[in-house]
């Protein structure tokens, strides 16, 4: 049939890309989680990830995600822009995403401080109908695929939408815990023009604890880290736990992906154990991470993300950094 190809690649893509991108280093880029980040470094900041999923097989996923915010001292508020963009392989099915997140600085005690937050955004999701090869294409006597199409789905690639998220902050210079919501307002996403199909509500609920350790006869820093990220979109939920240690201007740890609710029978709990690294020289801060799966996909050669960041002082107006380690 005419629409067999098209039906096939649109159940590949409705079930693949349903669910929002995420990331091993999100200790590394919280902004990515939660608009609450926005102005955490007390001054200005600017970052970037790259995200390499499932090398090992001819289908895959880069992720990248970009970033820049600031304090403003003058109204306690922190502004950012971010950029998210994904990439599948094969479809070349490409998803980008652009927000302007907003956060302001409330202290509600002596030592406790508490950011709420509103994200807004617009997004584009190409479906790269292009790139398949339907039936009235295809000329058999003369041997060639012709380029043009008269298939009415091929008129319709792109999705366009407003997007809304929320989300909070508590933290005081030990502790820290965070939750956010995105797709508040429901956007639909169908490529159709009468058709309807509702982007699913992500929530992320994320934490950690800074234990200091300190010597009189040493000038040498060490921190060692507690940090968890739980996400659930749809029937889907991922929580990230795990620790790092920090001497000084380098950082080392591992991480356990969990997948706490089974989809069916062969689901497993323990999907991937992943390794992260940084270091930091002056303003500038490098971080490697490395997901070894422990599931279905071993032989995927994993998920690679390498992240790049640069403080520096905000023209708004300082202020001092949210002190736990979380940004």
């Known amino acids: 049939m005419k629409h067999i190809q098209f039906i096939l690649f649109f159940l590949t893509i409705s079930y693949s890309f349903s669910q929002d991108p995420v990331f091993t280093q999100f200790y590394n880029v919280p902004e990515s989680m939660n608009p609450a980040f926005a102005g955490g470094s007390g001054g200005s900041e600017i970052g970037v990830l790259n995200r390499t999923q499932w090398p090992g097989l001819d289908y895959s996923l880069n992720s990248q995600f970009f970033y820049f915010d600031s304090y403003i001292d003058r109204y306690n508020s922190g502004i950012e822009i971010t950029i998210l963009n994904q990439l599948e392989t094969v479809t070349r ?6 927000n302007l997140n907003y956060s302001y600085r409330v202290q509600i005690s002596r030592d406790w401080w508490f950011y709420p937050a509103i994200s807004v955004g617009m997004g584009n999701k190409d479906y790269a109908f292009n790139n398949l090869v339907l039936e009235d294409q295809i000329i058999i006597n003369e041997g060639i695929i012709n380029f043009d199409s008269a298939d009415p789905f091929l008129l319709n690639k792109n999705a366009r939408f407003l997007d809304i998220g929320a989300g909070f902050l508590v933290f005081n210079e030990f502790l820290w815990l965070g ?10 996403v169908s490529f159709q023009d009468e058709g ?13 604890y800074k234990i200091p350790f300190s010597s009189m ?6 921190n060692l880290y507690f940090n968890l990220n739980y996400m659930r979109q749809s029937n889907y939920d991922r929580i990230d736990i795990g620790s790092k240690m920090q001497i000084d201007d380098f950082t080392f740890g591992a991480f356990a992906t969990l997948a706490p609710t089974s989809i069916d029978d062969k689901s497993h709990k323990l999907t991937s154990v992943n390794f992260i690294t940084n270091f930091d020289y002056r303003q500038f801060s490098f971080g490697y991470s490395y997901d070894l799966n422990v599931s279905s996909l071993q032989n995927t050669k994993g998920v690679f993300e390498i992240s790049v960041s640069y403080k520096f002082d905000s023209i708004f ?4 950094p949210i002190p736990c380690g979380c940004k």
Do not use: A, M, V, W
């Open 217 to 222: 006869y040493s000038n040498t820093e060490y």
């Open 196 to 208: 309807k199909n509702l982007l699913d509500g992500f929530l992320s609920i994320h934490g950690g």
């Open 93 to 98: 099915y490409n998803f980008t995403q652009i």
């Open 317 to 320: 107006g300082n202020d001092n």
């Open 179 to 188: 939750g956010s919501y995105k797709h508040l307002n429901r956007p639909n």
